[in-house]
């Protein structure tokens, strides 16, 4: 059964960081898409970052030169390296997984999706 698995978030003070981990089981992750979205107070959930199976990666813009997405395939695990946080970055952050190479912004394209791991920025 495919699983994926958040941690890493928590509360931390404006210009702070934090890592958050994916770690996904039950399907083959080298294989996979895998992006991280995030949803904040009475918002939707919106686009933060993918990294492709060949490692190509694209980060939302309001994250460019923040947050940093990476993988590491023998670990079945993707990361999100955040930096700066602001408080607008205060959401529940959730990692998904998905076959597909093009539209990886768009939350339909993921098959899979991890329960969130609660980001909070205090200002």
């Known amino acids: 059964q495919e699983q994926l698995v958040e941690s890493g978030g928590g509360l931390v003070q404006a210009g702070g960081s934090l890592r958050l981990s994916c770690a996904a089981s039950?399907?083959?992750?080298?294989?996979?898409?895998m992006g991280w979205f995030r949803q904040g107070p009475g918002k939707e959930r919106e686009f933060v970052a993918f990294?492709?199976?060949?490692?190509?990666?694209l980060h939302a813009d309001s994250v460019k030169g923040r947050f940093t997405i990476s993988r590491d395939n023998a670990k079945n695990t993707v990361y999100l390296q955040m930096n700066s946080l602001k408080p607008e970055d205060t959401a529940v952050y959730y990692c998904?997984?998905?076959?597909?190479?093009?539209?990886?912004?768009?939350?339909?394209?993921?098959?899979?999706w991890g329960q969130g791991t609660q980001v909070t920025v205090s200002s």
């Open positions: 998904a997984a998905t076959p597909a190479l093009s539209r990886l912004v768009w939350r339909d394209t993921y098959n899979y």
């Open positions: 039950g399907l083959t992750f080298s294989t996979y898409s």
């Open positions: 990294i492709t199976r060949g490692g190509i990666t």
